[in-house]
């Protein structure tokens, strides 16, 4: 049908930092308007679809700018197929797949066939990140203006990082020639010795070596200093430390053009989950911590997870835009890579199906807005890697996500659409579950009927939105 009318939902637009309780009109793949539920009228005419979205969040669509579609070279652990099938289920409509592949995103024909891919899969936007430097080696710099004529949104070597400084400081010097940013992995290999989790108590208790805080903080600083010099696009991978935060506050008030990202599991676990205590949850819900136990190579991230004061010092940046957007890192494995010692499993879990009801307990703490959560996963990424914001204003394209808050439901291998299965939150009941991804009026996931029933029975969105993250009785 052309005209398309979301009702009694609660609809957030960022970009103009509005939440608005009622009816959202769409027309021709469109938004034609916004009508506040005491507005709306009784009837909206014939030959119109309706969608009740009553007691759910009506948002533009999520943004990932830090994602692993694995092809080519590694189609055991994810396609960009089902990479994109995860997505839409996480309420992403435009995802950067990075050049972690085999071989490299580094020439202009590998960035062109992950769109051609794409296209014949979805309609979502995968827009690629190319590498640095040629095969990920970080000897010799990749053609960046090639990759950027054929579509790269962005510059990265991913998780081995840029170590030469001479590379770099060219690499960032493209940067402003291509008007894309040079994503780095901050990671200093001499230090960090391939410690697989966090210098500390922890770590000490556990008997694993462990990554300081200045593994990661020492080429942050470095960058940051690269920018300034050059006035070139810096972007900080999965920031993980407060004195990341720190060093990226600094230079944005110097006025270094510097951005980050942080992800969802480094907003809402700490390095005691490798003991197989769920902190800041355990004891407080909403996780069950008898599901995790100690040395879960489920739990091992690059970078790893750090201590509560770390995750306190990273939902602050969130919070005051230090820290720009909120970015998956979704890096599925195979059980084989997850089922040896914890210092010999690959590093990362699956995250696109996730990130929402994660980032969520968030909001359910009341540590940040939900208006400023929705910001960092749209408008935020946006600008990172110069895409239009995407809004849900008057003849805006209809690229949005809808989202139950107070949805209950399970994570089980069959629930993930992802190849990859490999999450600390395997078994645990997640509060917050998307329901639709719509892109450009194109309805590309709808979890079984939503909305295509009357009116619900627990009294519409104002009602339900007043105790939305209350807890459960």
Known sequence: MSRIVIKNGCIIDPARKTATVGDLVLENNRVREVIELAMAPDSYGDDVEFIDASGCFVTPGFIDIHTHLREP??????????????????????????????????????????????????????????????????????????LAEAGAHGFSDDGSPVWDAHIMRQALLYSKMTGRPVMNHCEDLSIVRGAPMNEGAVATRLGLSGWPAAGEEVMIARDIALAEETGGRLHICHVSTAGGVELIRAAKARGVRVTGEVTPHHLTMTDRWVLGSMEPWDGKGPYDPSQLAPYDTRTRVSPPLRTSEDVAA????????????????????????????????????????????????????????????????????????????????????????????????????????????????????????????????????????????????????????????????
């Open 73 to 146: 070279g590694f189609e055991g652990k994810e396609t960009i197929a089902t990479g994109m099938d995860a997505a839409v289920r996480g309420g992403y409509t435009t995802i950067c797949p990075m050049p972690n592949t085999n071989p490299s995103l580094d020439s202009a024909p590998l960035i062109r066939q992950q769109f051609d891919i794409a296209a014949r899969h979805g309609p979502i936007h995968v827009l690629p990140i190319g590498a640095v430097t040629l095969g990920r080696e970080g000897k010799v710099l990749a053609p960046l203006v090639e």
């Open 314 to 473: 990273l939902i602050a940046g969130l919070r005051d835009g230090t820290i720009d957007a909120v970015a998956t890192d979704h890096a599925p494995h195979t059980h084989v890579d997850k089922e040896c010692e914890y210092g010999f499993a690959s590093p990362g879990f699956t995250g696109l199906e996730l990130a929402l009801p994660m980032v969520l307990t968030l909001v359910q703490t009341m540590q940040i807005d939900i208006v400023e959560l929705i910001s960092r996963m749209t408008i935020g990424p946006a600008a990172i890697i110069d895409v239009l914001p995407i809004s849900l204003g008057p003849n805006d394209p209809a690229t949005l996500t809808i989202f139950d808050p107070a949805a209950i439901w399970k994570v089980t291998p069959e629930a993930l659409a992802s190849k990859g299965k490999n999450s600390p939150l395997m078994g645990q009941e997640m509060r917050g579950q998307v329901m639709l991804t719509m892109m450009e009026g194109q309805i590309v996931y709808r979890r079984e009927q939503f909305g295509e029933s009357s009116r619900r029975e627990h009294g519409g969105a104002v009602g339900k939105l007043s105790g939305v993250f209350d807890e459960e009785e």
